[in-house]
T-cell receptor, first 111, second 113 residues
Framework: AQRVTQPEKLLSVFKGAPVELKCNYS??????LFWYVQYSRQRLQLLLR??SRESIKGFTADLNKGETSFHLKKPFAQEEDSAMYYC?????????????FGRGTQLTVWP | ETGVTQTPRHLVMGMTNKKSLKCEQH?????MYWYKQSAKKPLELMFV???????ENNSVPSRFSPECPNSSHLFLHLHTLQPEDSALYLC????????????FGQGTRLTVV
């Protein structure tokens, strides 16, 4: 069963516009959620995790257990934010850090 | 080189060939993973090794055979692959024990002809 859903395959915004990348999850327990990013010709890397409650490169994400969502937001998008974004989930209590990934959203920020 | 290193970066092989993908990490991690990234599917976990022991085989066909001689090295041996096996194969490592963050290599772009 698909544990992580990213409904938008492609998302385009203009520079300076707000951006929100959606992520919904399906898990009965207590998950840990992450956002990974893959810039062009670079490796997949961690952007942020919900337990840290931090803002990275202006991005934030709040875990909403009621809506089972973990949307990624940025108030003012920049061209360098153009990348592939993956939402990921770990089953809490997993001894291996086994990640379930969504299909990814390709974000394009136009100048 | 620090981080997770994968070789080769690109590989083209025939369906009757035998080849191997290599992954190396010098981060002191205990767990290593193989993922498959296809164009139309989410990242698929293939194998997990924890302290050199295979702890998961996610219903991967036997034409893919992993090997983990030590905690720093991971191989994926390939034989009699099919064209649909063409994909980007990513290696990752983590501390394990639910540590969360996985560090990825740049991947091997495999084309089966």
């Amino acid at each position: 069963a698909q544990r992580v859903t990213q409904p938008e395959k492609l998302l385009s915004v203009f520079k300076g516009a707000p951006v929100e990348l959606k992520c919904n999850y399906s898990y009965s327990g207590s998950p840990e959620l992450f956002w990974y990013v893959q810039y062009s010709r670079q490796r997949l890397q961690l952007l942020l995790r919900h337990i840290s409650r931090e803002s990275i490169k202006g991005f934030t994400a709040d875990l909403n257990k009621g809506e089972t969502s973990f949307h990624l937001k940025k108030p003012f998008a920049q061209e360098e934010d153009s990348a592939m974004y993956y939402c990921a989930l770990i089953e809490r209590g997993s001894t291996l850090g086994r990640l379930y990934f969504g299909r990814g959203t390709q974000l394009t920020v136009w100048p | 080189e620090t981080g997770v290193t994968q070789t080769p970066r690109h590989l083209v092989m025939g369906m009757t060939n035998k080849k191997s993908l290599k992954c190396e990490q010098h981060l002191g991690h205990n767990a290593m993973y193989w993922y498959k990234q296809s164009a139309k599917k989410p990242l698929e976990l293939m194998f997990v090794y924890n302290f050199k022991e295979q702890t998961e085989n996610n219903s991967v066909p036997s034409r893919f055979s992993p090997e983990c001689p030590n905690s720093s090295h991971l191989f994926l041996h390939l034989h009699t692959l099919q064209p649909e096996d063409s994909a980007l194969y990513l290696c990752a490592s983590s501390h394990g024990q639910g540590a969360g963050e996985a560090f990825f290599g740049q991947g091997t772009r495999l084309t089966v002809v």
